[in-house]
C-alpha cells in the first residue's frame, strides 16, 4: 500500500506512519508540508489513499481537496483540527471520503481507514456475474465499471455517494433509515451520522435530479429515512 500524507506538522506525520505500520507493515508513505506538492504528487503518485491536513502553508486544504477531485477518486481523509459542523460538511460535499478531528485515538483512526478501502473496493465485490446496468427512466448506473449517467451523459460522483446510491437503487421502494444506510456504506463501526446522509443525498440530488429542491426518484421519508423510487 501506498500512502500520501499531505500535512505540515511532522510530529502528526510521524503518528500516522506509526498508526499504518502497525496493520499494514509493508505500507509506504509519502508526505508533503505543502497543498501545492500534494496535488502534484497525487497526480504523479499512484496512491492508494492519502491523508489531508486543511490547515496548509502554502494552500487552504479545502483547495487541495477541490483540485485532486478534479482528476481522482482516490480515498481521501481529511484529518484536521477544525471541529466545526460546517467544516465538515464543506469537506464531505467536496469529495472528502471521511473526516477525523485531531487528537483521534489510533484504534478508531485504523478502523476509518480500513471501511474506507473497503468502500473503494466494494463495487467489485457487489457485481454479480451478469448483473445488468440498472436503468430507470433518465438514470443509467453500470454496476461492473462504476459509471453513472442522467440523459446519457456521465455524472461524476464520489465514492462515498456512489455506494449510498447503489445501496438506494438496489433496495429500490423500500425505505432505508440513515442508521442502515450508515451501515451499509460507512459500516457499522463508523461514526458518520445522520446529518452526514444528509449531506450526501443534498449531493445526490444535485447530480441526478431535475430539480433537487423536489426531488422525484430519491424521496425523503420522514426526517431521516430514505427511499429510490423510479422517475
Keep these: ?19 499504518f505500520e502497525l496493520r499494514w507493515p509493508e505500507a509506504e508513505l ?53 471541529m466545526e459542523e460546517l467544516d465538515k460538511i464543506k469537506g464531505l460535499e467536496l469529495g472528502a471520503d ?10 478508531e483512526f485504523l478502523a476509518r481507514v480500513k471501511a474506507t478501502l473497503r468502500r473503494s473496493q466494494m463495487p467489485v465485490k457487489k ?7 440498472f436503468i430507470r427512466g433518465r438514470l443509467r448506473i453500470d454496476f ?9 451523459k456521465p455524472v461524476r460522483l464520489t465514492r462515498s455517494e456512489y455506494y449510498l446510491l447503489y445501496e438506494l437503487v438496489t433496495n429500490e421502494g423500500r425505505v432505508l433509515s440513515s442508521q442502515v444506510l450508515i451501515d451499509k456504506v460507512w459500516g457499522p463501526e463508523h461514526k458518520a451520522d445522520t446529518e452526514s446522509v444528509k449531506v450526501y443525498i443534498k449531493s445526490l440530488r444535485e447530480n441526478l435530479e431535475e430539480y433537487p429542491s423536489n426531488p422525484k426518484m430519491i424521496l425523503n421519508v420522514g ?3 430514505y427511499k429510490f423510487i423510479s422517475p
Design 30 to 82: 509519502i508526505s508533503t508540508s505543502y497543498g501545492k506538492k500534494g496535488v502534484e504528487l497525487a497526480k504523479e503518485q499512484l496512491v492508494d489513499i492519502i491523508i489531508l491536513d486543511l490547515g496548509l502553508p502554502d494552500m487552504d486544504g479545502f483547495e487541495v481537496l477541490r483540485q485532486i477531485r478534479g482528476f481522482s477518486d482516490v480515498p481521501l481523509i481529511i484529518l484536521t483540527g477544525r
Design 1 to 19: 500500500m501506498r500512502v500520501l500524507v499531505i500535512e505540515d506538522s511532522a510530529e502528526l506525520v510521524r503518528v500516522v506512519a506509526l498508526t
Design 144 to 152: 461492473a465499471t462504476r459509471e453513472v449517467s442522467i440523459d446519457n
Design 223 to 225: 426526517d431521516t429515512d
Design 127 to 133: 457485481v454479480k456475474v451478469g448483473q445488468k446496468p
Design 98 to 107: 471521511d473526516y477525523i478531528v485531531k487528537p483521534f485515538s489510533v484504534g
